[in-house]
Each structure stands twice: as structure tokens, then as C-alpha cells.
């Protein structure tokens, strides 16, 4: 039954034909944090959220809109048999939108920043989740793409739910590894 945990996550994402069809597909939340090491350890000790691992960002292509820009960070991503849950430290670049959650006292803090939904691969998929935001006056503001892995785009929601939302196109290889960060976890 463990392993079924991770792959139920991913099964057959809810065809979006409305944008709260996304909520159906959410699969982790995502904190900022202004330290990644010592936010992995209050997860774990506050929470027990014991199972956090560092992941690399440097094969990522971090988009505004259309157009490329520097964006570094460091991430870490733990579970507990269910949603996963994504600690972001911004580093430098386009971190602003993660930046403006965090205290500017410099006290440490973790807080929610978004909620990522999967939805099916392909570029027409893709069109027609941006066809749906258009009419509903949203867009994806930051894309994150690795190649072979996902595509990740943050459309701001703050406004209507006080948070982002993060629209993922997983491709089989991320599947295969969250699925076995969760069923490994439980």
C-alpha cells in the first residue's frame, strides 16, 4: 500500500476544463524560507517532517513572462506519505515574488508561498490552461523549466486566495522521483 501512495498523487491528473479543476491536482505546498538548513530542521523537529531532501536548481531555466532571467535559489522537498511539501531559500535574481513573504528584519520565518496542482503534458495542454487564466484575467508571470523533468509555471493568486499557484506539467521521470520521495517517507 506504501508505494501506491506516491503514484495516487500523480494518477491521472482531473482534466481542467475550470481553473478550480487545478485544486483536484495539488500535490505539494510550497514555503519560502530566509534559511533552508534551519528551516529543514524545524520542519522536522516542530512538525516531524523528518525526510527533507536538498534538490539542485542549476539545470533550471527561470522565465518572466517569455524572457529568461537569473534566478537562484536553494530548495529542499520532504513528505509524509502525502502532499509534499517544498522549503525555498531565494538566493539571487528574479526573487522578489518569494522575497516579499519573508520578514525584512531578517528574523527567520517559513511561510506558504504557493500551491503547486499538476495537470497532463504538452504544449496544447499548456495553451489551453493559459486560454483558461486569460479569461479569468491571470497569466503565468514565472515559468520554471528543467528539460525531461517539468515545467512549472506561478500564476499570482495572492490577490483572490492569498497565495500563488503553481501549474506543473511533470514529465515521467519527476513522477517517478516525488513518488518514491512520498511512499519512501510514509
Same mark, same amino acid.
Given at each position: 500500500?506504501t508505494?501506491?501512495?506516491?503514484?495516487?498523487?500523480?494518477?491521472?491528473?482531473?482534466?481542467?476544463?475550470?481553473?478550480?479543476?487545478l485544486?483536484?491536482?495539488?500535490w505539494?505546498?510550497?514555503?519560502?524560507?530566509?534559511d533552508?538548513?534551519?528551516?529543514?530542521?524545524?520542519m522536522?523537529?516542530?512538525?516531524?517532517l523528518?525526510?527533507?531532501? /536538498?534538490?539542485p536548481?542549476?539545470?533550471?531555466?527561470?522565465?518572466r513572462?517569455?524572457?529568461?532571467?537569473?534566478?537562484?535559489?536553494?530548495?529542499a522537498?520532504?513528505a509524509?506519505?502525502?502532499?509534499?511539501?517544498?522549503?525555498i531559500?531565494?538566493v539571487?535574481?528574479?526573487?522578489?515574488?518569494y522575497?516579499?513573504?519573508l520578514?525584512?528584519?531578517?528574523?527567520?520565518?517559513?511561510?506558504? /508561498?504557493?500551491?503547486a496542482?499538476?495537470t497532463?503534458?504538452?504544449?496544447?495542454?499548456?495553451?489551453?490552461?493559459?486560454?483558461?487564466?486569460?479569461?479569468?484575467?491571470?497569466?503565468?508571470?514565472?515559468?520554471?523549466l528543467?528539460?525531461?523533468?517539468?515545467?512549472?509555471?506561478?500564476v499570482?493568486?495572492?490577490?483572490?486566495?492569498?497565495?500563488?499557484?503553481?501549474?506543473?506539467?511533470l514529465?515521467?521521470?519527476?513522477?517517478e522521483?516525488?513518488?518514491?520521495?512520498?511512499?519512501?517517507?510514509a
Amino acid at each position: 500500500m506504501t508505494a501506491e501512495r506516491g503514484q495516487g498523487l500523480f494518477s491521472n491528473p482531473r482534466p481542467v476544463e475550470a481553473l478550480a479543476d487545478l485544486m483536484a491536482n495539488v500535490w505539494q505546498l510550497g514555503y519560502v524560507t530566509n534559511d533552508l538548513d534551519r528551516a529543514t530542521q524545524f520542519m522536522a523537529e516542530r512538525f516531524g517532517l523528518t525526510d527533507c531532501r /536538498h534538490l539542485p536548481s542549476d539545470t533550471a531555466t527561470f522565465l518572466r513572462d517569455d524572457t529568461p532571467v537569473p534566478w537562484e535559489i536553494k530548495a529542499a522537498m520532504g513528505a509524509r506519505g502525502g502532499l509534499i511539501v517544498e522549503l525555498i531559500e531565494p538566493v539571487a535574481g528574479e526573487v522578489d515574488f518569494y522575497t516579499e513573504l519573508l520578514p525584512d528584519s531578517g528574523e527567520f520565518a517559513v511561510r506558504l /508561498h504557493h500551491i503547486a496542482t499538476h495537470t497532463a503534458t504538452g504544449e496544447a495542454e499548456w495553451e489551453r490552461i493559459e486560454a483558461l487564466l486569460a479569461r479569468a484575467k491571470l497569466k503565468v508571470d514565472y515559468t520554471v523549466l528543467i528539460p525531461g523533468r517539468v515545467r512549472a509555471g506561478y500564476v499570482d493568486t495572492r490577490a483572490e486566495l492569498g497565495h500563488w499557484l503553481e501549474i506543473c506539467q511533470l514529465q515521467p521521470e519527476d513522477i517517478e522521483f516525488f513518488s518514491a520521495l512520498v511512499s519512501e517517507s510514509a
